[in-house]
């Protein structure tokens, strides 16, 4: 089993920037393929993208792709969601996840199954 914690999450102005780490234990993360996702009060769970193992092959989603970006650092063990330009409807508990069963999954978000506990993120107007 691996443990996944975020971290990095906080309040920020509309305009400005964070960067969300991922770290893993118990088993290597860079074996895997890696998503992350955000989940606002009363909405469903948001899949914003993925990054396969080899770090190369990333997708993001059409409604954050212009402003996050995701990377993955297996030599550390991390996995990054770098925001950009946030607005205040970013606001929301962001997980990171991994799909334990393939190196390069990057859009099927329901094989993510093994996931962290999740960082705040609010964005003041």
């Known amino acids: 089993q691996v443990q996944l914690e975020e971290s990095g999450g906080g309040l920020v102005q509309a305009g400005g920037s964070l960067r969300l780490s991922c770290v893993g234990s118990?088993?290597?993360?860079?074996?895997?393929?890696m998503g992350w996702f955000r989940q606002a009060p009363g909405k469903q769970r948001e899949f914003l993208g993925a990054?396969?193992?080899?770090?190369?092959?990333?997708y993001h989603a059409p409604s954050v792709k212009d402003r996050f970006r995701i990377t993955r650092d297996n030599t550390r063990n991390v996995v990054y969601l770098q925001m950009n330009n946030l607005k205040p409807e970013d606001t929301a508990v962001y997980y990171c996840?991994?799909?334990?069963?393939?190196?390069?999954?990057?859009?099927?978000?329901?094989?993510?199954?093994?996931w962290g506990q999740g960082t705040q993120v609010t964005v003041s107007s």
């Open positions: 996840a991994a799909d334990l069963g393939s190196t390069w999954n990057l859009v099927n978000p329901a094989k993510f199954t093994s």
């Open positions: 990054i396969a193992r080899d770090g190369l092959s990333i």
């Open positions: 118990g088993q290597n993360i860079s074996n895997y393929s």
